[in-house]
């Protein structure tokens, strides 16, 4: 049974750092691309960032670039989601999500490219 559960989250103040964790199990995380996804209330969820198996890839949605760093650690089986210089649009639920890509350097974007996700973290950024 894979589960993914995400971690992290909280309240801070606008230009703050926080630190998602997204603990997985029952996959070998090595085989697989992780996303972090977001959805704000009364908004769609939106891809904010993914890296590939080989981490050779990674995209991240435009407003986050520069401040937002994915990472993974195969041997925790965790993937991470740096988030710096925090503002108050970032507020939202936030997702990971993997998937075994066709090939080790895909990055999915949309959310119908993911197979597993966890149950979402709270991050609220007060202005």
């Known amino acids: 049974q894979v589960e993914l559960v995400e971690s992290g989250g909280g309240l801070v103040h606008g230009g703050e750092s926080l630190r998602l964790s997204c603990a997985a199990s029952?996959?070998?995380?090595?085989?697989?691309?992780i996303g972090w996804f977001r959805q704000a209330p009364g908004k769609e969820r939106e891809v904010v960032a993914c890296?590939?198996?080989?981490?050779?890839?990674?995209y991240y949605k435009d407003s986050v670039k520069g401040r937002f760093t994915i990472s993974r650690d195969n041997a925790k089986s965790t993937g991470y989601l740096q988030m710096a210089s925090l503002r108050s649009e970032a507020t939202a639920v936030y997702f990971c999500a993997t998937t075994r890509p066709p090939y080790p350097n895909a990055c999915p974007v949309y959310s119908v490219g993911y197979d597993y996700w966890g149950q979402g973290t709270q991050v609220t950024v007060s202005s």
């Open positions: 890296l590939s198996v080989n981490d050779g890839s990674t």
């Open positions: 029952g996959i070998t995380l090595d085989y697989y691309a």
